[in-house]
């Protein structure tokens, strides 16, 4: 008897089915497609680049250097709801890498309302996007300052410096304006802003108005010949000498050397009462003085006699030269007088002092990077002098003297990290 013993399962009794990833025939199964990396790994690529990206923008606009700020010395004085303002406009090229690039032009010329007392920004705009432009305050009102700049005259909101006219848009001036620096300048006896068009007629604008109307034939004839339709907003530097007036017009302070042939020199006050001002010497001093005047001005000087001193060997008096662009201590208005000087014999540094002439105490001193700029007197006694920082080279300080005495130095054109202007 033979049987056949069919062959054992080889796997387990109760072992899982194995199934095909097709299925079977009476039930078809389609595999699932794979799916590719797809976006699954851009995080990984696109974050380390990011962070790469903004740190390389950080790293340049912490390194890269500070925009570079000089002040234009076609300052001017106004009131701003109560507070006695300097308005200043200056120059401010380059910034502080890619950041600053965006926020704000490369070459900028702004103007700043700068508290007299504080030495606080109130406000800070923008004038034009040039390299090389003018602009000058030759008057102001209650409401409006008016402006000479190289493309014509400019009207400014006091309360927040906003564009009130362009040059252009003067009535009375429409299509005649001249677009000149050395075509407007302010005639305190009219109380009215001085304009001279493309064809020599003059103008006078009213203070807080935007409207020109004709000279009248008394102004025009102060006026004639002294402006100009075709020019650039004059620059007008400091000036020192070693003997300067005092605000009664008659009284002088004179620099006098400690001896004959000597470095130092003291200051001594010389009129209806002669003294020493204090115990202090200078070297290397000059009496600085008050250039508050209008922005267009002529000087007259007499050539011939002035050749013939030269040719006799005769002395030239610099004070009479340069009395038509004034000759008077800055100052001496609130009764000080301010000397620029090395504080070290034939050192290199400069410093700014300010004396008392009741005194002759010194009432406040600073250092400063070089000989000092335009210095001017605003109504309420505060005087204004530009100046480089200790160091610096660039005139982009505005020193304040207050009437008391003190001095405030206050710098313009910083941004902070997005490019924003402090104000």
């Known amino acids: ?9 080889p796997l387990p009794a109760h072992s899982p089915t194995v199934r095909s990833p097709y299925g079977t025939a009476a039930h078809p199964l389609t595999p699932k497609a794979r799916k590719g990396p797809g976006l699954r790994f851009v995080p990984l690529f696109l974050i380390p680049t990011i962070g790469i990206g903004a740190f390389a923008i950080m790293g340049e606009h912490l390194t890269e250097g500070e925009p570079d700020i000089t002040l234009q010395s076609g300052i001017g ?16 090229t380059g910034g502080s890498g890619m950041i600053e690039s965006i926020a704000n032009d490369m070459f900028e010329v702004r103007i700043a309302a700068v508290d007299l007392d504080s030495g606080d920004t109130l406000w800070d705009v923008q ?13 102001a009102g209650e409401t409006y300052a008016y402006l000479a700049t190289d493309d014509g005259l ?41 304009a001279l068009d493309v064809n020599g007629a003059l ?16 102004t025009a004839a102060t006026w004639s010949g002294l402006l100009y339709a075709d020019g650039t907003v004059p620059d007008i530097g400091g000036l020192t000498s070693t003997e300067a007036l005092l605000a009664d017009g008659e009284s002088t302070v004179r620099l006098e050397p400690t001896a004959d042939g000597a470095l130092a020199s003291s200051l001594a006050l010389h009129g209806a009462e002669t003294r020493a001002l ?12 008050d250039q508050t005047s209008p922005v267009s001005t002529a000087v007259d000087v007499d050539v011939d006699a002035l050749m013939e001193d030269v040719l006799g060997g005769g002395e030239i008096d610099t004070a009479e030269l ?21 504080p070290e014999p034939n050192g290199e540094a400069v410093a700014l002092t300010v004396v008392s002439l009741d005194t002759g105490q010194v009432t406040a001193s600073l250092d400063v990077g070089g000989r000092l700029g335009r210095a001017a007197t605003g109504p309420a006694g505060h005087t204004v002098v530009i100046a480089a920082p200790p160091g610096g080279y660039m005139q982009s300080d505005l020193v304040i003297v207050g009437p008391e005495g003190s001095v405030v130095r206050t710098d313009l054109g910083e941004s902070d990290f997005l490019g924003d202007l402090f104000q």
Do not use: C, K
């Open 1 to 9: 008897m033979s049987y056949h013993d069919p062959a054992r399962n």
């Open 77 to 92: 004085f106004a009131t701003v709801d109560g507070t006695e303002v300097a308005l200043v406009p200056y120059d401010r």
């Open 127 to 139: 004038l034009a996007d040039e390299l090389v432009w003018g602009a000058a305050v030759i008057a």
């Open 154 to 194: 400019t009207v400014l909101a006091l309360a927040d410096g906003d564009t009130v006219a362009e040059p252009g848009e003067i009535a009375g001036l429409a299509g005649a304006q001249a677009a000149s620096g050395t075509a407007y300048a302010y005639d305190p006896g009219v109380g009215a802003v001085v």
């Open 203 to 218: 103008h006078t604008v009213a203070l807080d108005a935007l409207e020109a109307a004709p000279a009248d034939e008394a």
């Open 278 to 289: 204090g115990t202090r010497v200078y070297y290397g001093a000059a009496i600085v003085l």
């Open 322 to 342: 340069w009395a038509g662009l004034g000759n008077t201590a800055a100052g001496a208005a609130s009764g000080h007088v301010l000397v620029e000087h090395t």
